[in-house]
């Protein structure tokens, strides 16, 4: 790995998230049912509870009202998301520096 600039975008590029496709996954077929939009934007925890809910009768009730609730905030889970995975590449790049200046 080298400390080249586009090092760290091409990573960005191929790992950051999309607000659309969120939302198309949230929309489409039964993925919306069982978080598949969570699984996307990393969250996994939260999208295993949705997919278990999901699987029962008042559980899926709840997992309507919660996507409800998650078209809205899709969004701003892009968008940590995409800040988390920039915020890796500096911290990478950071301690990749450090690393080159300690044996130079």
């Known amino acids: 790995m080298t ?5 760290g975008l091409v990573r960005f590029i191929e790992n950051r998230r999309d607000v659309g496709i969120a939302y ?11 978080g598949g939009h969570r699984f996307y934007l990393g969250r996994k925890g939260t999208a295993i509870i949705m997919l278990i809910l ?4 008042v559980g899926l009730i709840i ?14 889970m892009v968008y940590e998301f995409n800040q ?3 915020d890796d590449i500096q911290n990478a790049a950071y301690t990749w520096g ?3 200046n300690k044996s130079s």
């Open 3 to 7: 400390n080249d600039p586009m090092n």
């Open 24 to 34: 198309v996954i949230a929309l489409v077929g039964l993925l919306e049912l069982f």
């Open 54 to 57: 999901s699987l029962t009768g």
């Open 63 to 76: 997992t309507v009202i919660w996507l409800a609730i998650d078209l809205f905030l899709i969004p701003d």
């Open 84 to 86: 988390k995975l920039i």
């Open 98 to 100: 450090m690393r080159g």
